[in-house]
């Protein structure tokens, strides 16, 4: 779930998946006649602290509200995984929740979160159990002050009265409520999806208790907003049949947030069906949405920390950003069932402008490009969309060719073909500037020269393996440029 998890992931095959349907090929997201006002956010632990982040950082779309089960403020972590699993989870007394409001405040006037004034109208709904031992109920105390700051007192609701452990709460599914254990889903007799969207949507219809149309379940495409950056090539959504392509309803939109362990490899489709969520949007044309983390991702968590990106926060951060675009493709459409045509691949596809760290990529404009993804060896490079026909790729090793491809994107995010690849090769570093450090794995990544995923170290900008992280694996690292390192010596 969290950080006991980062520490050392946890043992033993996970539940079975109960009463779900064949799936079918994952397709492409659909474009979806949504409100765009009624749009919000949920999530559990990791996807706690991460439904926070997107609220306050994306709160012009999510203005509507967010709800947080066993999470912390925004910026909770300040890029420090000590920081994370002490005072974020374990010691929550020492979380300095004045400076988060300031620091909240100050990247607003920034821009690089929205502003902080879209706050003023959400409903906020917060959760913690009584005998929650990974991520004390201090924490959501904390994010209840930090809220007051934002949100006005009567739009928030902290139920912090049920008897659980760190899990998602249902009436009807899971373990006993005082178990930890996967799928962290547990039956305390309380419908906790049902009070978050009651509270942040207002009355609702009853939910739906029959079982729910197999068909209605979409696995889609996830590549087409980001390629690694700890998150899969496929997520889930749940579609009511009023609002799929050609329907007549406007619908709701709720992005739905697992916990660490609980992604579709650890726990199944356990997340994605049985944590209640779903028979509330059937009865009340609620789309809801389930993005994915991968088995890269640190023990399956969402970056609330800093595994992935030093932006993890902000509207930059790779996996924030590729939230977003998914909402809004979900949100583009009109209710009729013609797919937009392909786009064809760019030409004309050049590098340029070498530097030791950096390379230009520039390429001809596509006629109905909104805009353009860049791939670095097939990987997804930009973290936003590029809406200019070149893209100055950084954060190189020196003295090395990579090759670059580019895809143009229609106003839905909908990728077209992929260009001719073009290569290029960085100049030389500056002779003698080079640095070695040698550390254990675990010094290193609290050090920035390294990242932890999947109980593995690896370099920072190489992505080289170094072993298992913790206190007792060494290794020298060599910072070849900015932010880039290779194990070795000078």
Not at 60 to 67: L, Q
Not at 313 to 335: C, E, F, L, W, Y
Not at 402 to 427: F, I, Q
Request: with cysteine; charged share 10%; aromatic share 10%.
């Amino acid at each position: 779930m969290a950080f006991n998890f980062i520490r050392a992931a946890a043992a033993g095959a996970a539940m079975a998946l109960c009463g779900t349907g064949g799936a079918l090929a994952a397709v492409n997201l659909p474009a979806l006649k949504i409100d765009k006002t009624q749009t919000t956010v949920s999530g559990l632990s990791s996807g706690g602290f991460m439904a926070v982040q997107l609220h306050v950082a994306y709160s012009a779309t999510f203005a509507k509200g967010a709800g947080v089960v066993a999470g912390g403020p925004f910026y909770c972590a300040e890029g420090s995984v000590v920081n994370a699993t002490g005072r974020c989870m374990a010691s929550p007394a020492g979380i300095p929740t004045s400076t988060l409001v300031s620091t909240t405040s100050t990247w607003a006037s920034q821009g690089t979160i929205d502003p902080v004034a879209n706050l003023q109208n959400s409903k906020v709904y917060l959760f913690s159990g009584t005998l929650d031992s990974v991520v004390k109920t201090g924490a959501m105390d904390a994010l209840r002050t930090y809220y007051n700051s934002f949100v006005p007192t009567a739009n928030v609701v902290y139920k912090k009265d049920i008897a659980a452990e760190h899990a998602m709460v249902t009436d009807d599914y899971g373990n006993g409520c005082s178990t930890k254990g996967a799928p962290y889903i547990s039956d305390c007799n309380f419908d906790l999806a049902g009070a978050m969207l009651q509270h942040l949507y207002g009355t609702l219809n009853a939910r739906n208790n029959a079982t729910l149309p197999t068909g209605n379940y979409i696995e889609f495409n996830q590549s087409e907003f980001i390629t690694n950056h700890g998150m899969a090539t496929t997520g889930w959504a749940y579609v009511p049949q009023a609002c799929q392509a050609g329907g007549s309803a406007t619908c709701k939109l709720h992005v739905v947030l697992h916990g660490c362990k609980q992604n579709v490899n650890d726990v199944q489709q356990q997340y994605v069906r049985n944590t209640g969520y779903n028979r509330w949007a059937d009865s009340n044309n609620i789309v809801m949405l389930y993005p994915q983390t991968s088995l890269a991702a640190t023990n399956s968590c969402w970056d609330w920390w800093g595994y992935d990106s030093a932006n993890y926060s902000k509207k930059s951060g790779p996996q924030m950003a590729a939230i977003k675009a998914m909402v809004d493709r979900v949100s583009s459409g009109t209710g009729g069932t013609t797919p937009p045509a392909a786009l064809p691949a760019p030409t004309g596809v050049s590098t340029s402008g070498a530097t030791a760290s950096s390379m230009a990529v520039g390429w001809a404009a596509v006629s109905g490009a909104a805009s353009y993804n860049v791939y670095r060896n097939a990987n997804k490079v930009n973290a936003l969309p590029v809406t200019a026909t070149s893209y100055t790729d950084t954060g190189l090793a020196a003295s090395t060719t990579y090759s670059w491809t580019v895809r143009a994107a229609d106003a839905n995010g909908a990728e077209g073909a992929t260009s001719a690849a073009a290569s290029g090769t960085t100049l030389a570093g500056s002779g003698g500037t080079a640095t070695c450090t040698t550390a254990s794995n675990y010094a290193h990544t609290l050090a920035g020269r390294a990242y932890a995923a999947g109980g593995y170290t690896y370099a920072l900008g190489s992505n080289q393996n170094m072993g298992l992280w913790n206190v007792f694996v060494t290794n020298t690292l060599k910072q070849t440029s900015t932010n880039y390192y290779v194990i070795g010596t000078c």
